[in-house]
Nanobody, 117 residues
Framework: QVQLVESGGGLVQPGGSLTLSCAAS????????LGWSRQAPGKQRELVAT???????HYDDSVKGRFTISRDNAKNTVYIQMNSLNPEDTAVYYC???????????WGHGTQVTVSS
């Protein structure tokens, strides 16, 4: 089955930037809508951003204008560039993939992002 591995999490100061990467197993990455979700302490998991294989993107209102999602199908990798980070962005960030034809969903194990001075 599809396996997703996130990397790039860590500690960043408020106002700073961070880029997360997610590498997927398999070589048919274009068959998936990709995205990122996050779960903050005491909060529900929320879908932050998605990107189709055609490059169409959607963002949650909380990150719109600050985060940018992108994908490299040749490398089976999806990225999220996070700018203007604030403490409210502190969460475990999970890579997400949804297979187009049957809508099967897969999740990574997460990477911690902490925004603190």
């Amino acid at each position: 089955q599809v396996q997703l591995v996130e990397s790039g999490g860590g500690l960043v100061q408020p106002g700073g930037s961070l880029t997360l990467s997610c590498a997927a197993s398999g070589s048919v990455f274009s068959a998936y809508v990709l995205g990122w979700s996050r779960q903050a302490p005491g909060k529900q998991r929320e879908l932050v951003a998605t990107i189709t294989n055609g490059g169409y993107t959607h963002y949650d209102d909380s990150v719109k204008g600050r985060f940018t999602i992108s994908r490299d199908n040749a490398k089976n990798t999806v990225y999220i560039q996070m700018n203007s980070l604030n403490p409210e962005d502190t969460a475990v960030y999970y890579c997400y993939a949804r297979r187009v034809w049957d809508r099967a969903e897969y999740w990574g194990h997460g990477t911690q992002v902490t925004v603190s001075s």
